[in-house]
């Protein structure tokens, strides 16, 4: 087997991918049978942003940038908390980043 670092970063892309989508669909899923009358189309909006905005992000250690995002989701939707917390951490991370703007 070759080593990790001889891995195309294409497939480690791929697979961190895969990952993660399952990783959220158990969210969605957590989402549904603690908050069943929850519509978790904000939920998915949020994360098909934070995918696009850190796709290509690292952190030291190797794993995905969202990977952390989507744990701190995972936490407050064990606590049955509702679908805009929910979004509210899995935008938290994009939204420094985000072309929208405050207004006063």
Do not use: C
């Amino acid at each position: 087997m070759p080593s990790p670092d001889k891995i195309p970063l294409s497939f480690n892309r791929d697979r961190a991918v895969r990952q993660l989508d399952a990783r959220f669909e158990e969210l969605l899923e957590k989402l549904r049978k603690n908050r069943p009358s929850e519509d978790p189309w904000m939920v998915r909006r949020a994360y098909e942003i934070a995918t696009e905005r850190h796709r290509d992000q690292f952190r030291s250690s190797g794993e995905p940038y969202l990977s952390h995002l989507l744990e701190v989701a995972h936490i407050l939707a064990d606590m049955r908390l509702d679908a805009t917390t929910l979004t509210a951490a899995s935008k938290s991370a994009s939204a420094p980043m985000s072309p929208i703007s405050s207004r006063a």
